[in-house]
């Protein structure tokens, strides 16, 4: 029976999906798999018995991924599964950018005692007055589950929409409108466009990208937003282009000290996911990976470890392998079977950075002295028999 310990409240309609072979318990020295949501691993001391961990949720942060690879632990997120909610709250967003929609309810919760609030409205309003979406220019750098989704409900908005992802999918590609501008060159968002919203992971060529050096290319008084990662944007030389009018407004779903409260930024306390539905699609998401991987030892949607899918295994036994990505270690695998005399009926193997994924079907019961050569192979860092 399969041990499953979850770090944070996981959906329940995510977790009625464990079949009776599935235990869910509450020690993390027990488990085979962990469900987690945002809890902090980097400092848990995470049992040899692990063999994944799933977050349900996009972001990774919270694990250490390469002590994870190191240890042939599989970890997955769940791409995708928040897109729509995320989505909802950028056009929440874009029009927090266009109308001070939060002065003027400011403004009247101050004066929601004021026996003339009805007549000062007419004379207040103007104070509050802003733009509307429809005809002004966006530009959607990052054009993956999220920000396709953004790019087509702001051209259903009326807006003209710029798209920028050099390394767009086949599946976003698909989904995006016709209409789209696709871009080859992020500079040309930051010339041209009105209000630019960023949807790309958090690497060290994206980090603090959209900097003084991107923002001397925008136009006066363009408008950002920021539902993706803080470390995006430079908040010094963000403060400084909020100050001289080249950037009117800053949204952003990532509050911290240097930003919270500055003028014309509007923080959320990070709520892009949380939506009932949000989190019902991330647990189903996560529980659905676990499952395939413990049971058939799948890996889709890891982070740290190579897309590997070998379907069903339909002989004895399967043998999945977590190694370093280095040469000639197929030929070790298969020299260990074939000094037993079991046939390898089917084999998949996928590599990912500096880490690989073999899974190899054959065609007898796979003993513990079978495991232990396999593991005793440098570079070998988990074998597991299903």
Known sequence: MAKINCLNPIAACGLDLFSKEYE????????????????????????DSLLAIARAGAGVNNIPLED?????????????????????????GLLLASRDLVGGYNWVKANAADPDIAKKVEKQKKAYA?????????????????????????????????????????????????????ITNVEEIYKECDYITIHVPALPNTIGMLNKDAFALMKDGTRILNFSRDTLVNDEDMKEALASGKIAK?????????????????????????????????????????????????IKNSVNYPTCDAGICSTVARVTICHQNIPDMLTKFTGVFAKKSINIENMVSKSKGDWAYTV???????????????????????VRAI
């Open 68 to 92: 994870c690879a190191e240890k042939g632990i599989v970890v997955f997120n769940t791409p995708g599964a928040n897109a729509n909610g995320v989505k909802e709250l950028v056009v929440a």
């Open 250 to 298: 800053y949204v952003t779903d990532f509050p911290n000290p240097d930003i919270a409260g500055v003028g014309n930024v509007i923080t959320l306390p990070h709520l892009g996911a949380s939506t009932a539905e949000s989190e019902d699609n991330c647990a189903v998401m996560a529980v659905k990976q676990i499952r395939d991987f413990i049971e058939n030892g799948n």
């Open 360 to 382: 190899l079907d054959v065609e007898a019961l796979v003993s513990e002295d079978i495991k232990k050569d396999l593991a005793a192979i440098e570079g070998v860092v988990k």
């Open 24 to 47: 869910i318990v509450e020690n993390l020295d027990q488990a085979d798999a962990v469900l987690v949501r945002s809890a902090s691993m980097h400092d848990l001391e995470l049992p």
């Open 130 to 182: 802003g733009n509307e979406i429809s005809g002004k220019k966006l530009g959607v750098i990052g054009l993956g589950a999220i920000g396709a989704k953004v790019a087509n409900i702001a051209f259903r908005l009326g807006m003209d929409v710029y798209g920028y992802d050099p390394f767009v999918s086949v599946d976003a590609a698909w989904s995006l409108s016709r209409h789209i501008k696709h």
